[in-house]
T-cell receptor, first 112, second 113 residues
Framework: AQSVTQLDSHVSVSEGTPVLLRCNYS??????LFWYVQHPNKGLQLLLK??????LVKGINGFEAEFKKSETSFHLTKPSAHMSDAAEYFC??????????FGAGTILRVKS | AAGVIQSPRHLIKEKRETATLKCYPI?????VYWYQQGPGQDPQFLIS???????DKGSIPDRFSAQQFSDYHSELNMSSLELGDSALYFC????????????FGPGTRLLVL
């Protein structure tokens, strides 16, 4: 079965500093991986997706993620955090069939 | 661009009542998915439909049922509501040709008292 583990439940950074949200995956085949963001009281927005075309994936709002098969990781990064990035971030793997399997989420706090 | 529409956005019910949640997918999307996100939890897959047929089933209670209509909108029917059903219910839609890329609606927040 496919699963993802988000290594940090909370991450706190200062505005203007880099962001790193860590995700490891487990999959019996080459997975499709996603990052979604959920702002307070809002829906889930797709940030980016990996589907084996390129290991470095660029998403919206300056985020990117790198697929590393040797480390079974798909970490999300951004060079410079903005206050508006404060939200909960979910690492997601395609779970076979057509369902998505979500990680437990990482809450990103951005300090001014 | 048009997004997934869910109604109602908020719903308050009492135990043992019934509730119906509606989802209108992005135009031309033919596949609909339902997820449940409990307080402080990650979203859990409930059920999905393609062309009015159930295509996959997750951890959906027997008290819940869903269907997709000819215009591709979907309804999640919940009966004999329990306190534990209080959650945020997301609908997502996609194209059959790209089922992994799912676009989520804003969710319906259900509170069972």
């Amino acid at each position: 079965a496919q699963s993802v583990t988000q290594l940090d439940s909370h991450v706190s950074v200062s505005e203007g500093t880099p962001v790193l949200l860590r995700c490891n995956y487990s999959s019996s085949y080459s997975p499709s991986l996603f990052w979604y963001v959920q702002h307070p009281n809002k829906g889930l927005q797709l940030l980016l997706k990996y589907t084996s075309a390129a290991t470095l994936v660029k998403g919206i709002n300056g985020f990117e993620a790198e697929f590393k098969k040797s480390e079974t990781s798909f970490h999300l990064t951004k060079p410079s955090a903005h206050m508006s990035d404060a939200a909960e971030y979910f690492c997601v793997v395609s779970g076979g069939g057509n369902k998505l399997v979500f990680g437990a989420g990482t809450i990103l706090r951005v300090k001014s | 661009a048009a997004g997934v529409i869910q109604s109602p956005r908020h719903l308050i019910k009492e135990k043992r009542e019934t509730a119906t949640l509606k989802c209108y997918p992005i135009p031309r999307h033919d596949t609909v998915y339902w997820y449940q996100q409990g307080p402080g939890q990650d979203p859990q897959f409930l059920i999905s439909f393609y062309e009015k047929m159930q295509s996959d089933k997750g951890s959906i209670p027997d008290r819940f049922s869903a269907q997709q209509f000819s215009d591709y909108h979907s309804e999640l029917n919940m009966s004999s509501l329990e306190l534990g059903d209080s959650a945020l219910y997301f609908c997502a839609s996609s194209l059959k040709a790209d089922q992994e890329t799912q676009y989520f609606g804003p969710g319906t927040r259900l509170l069972v008292l």
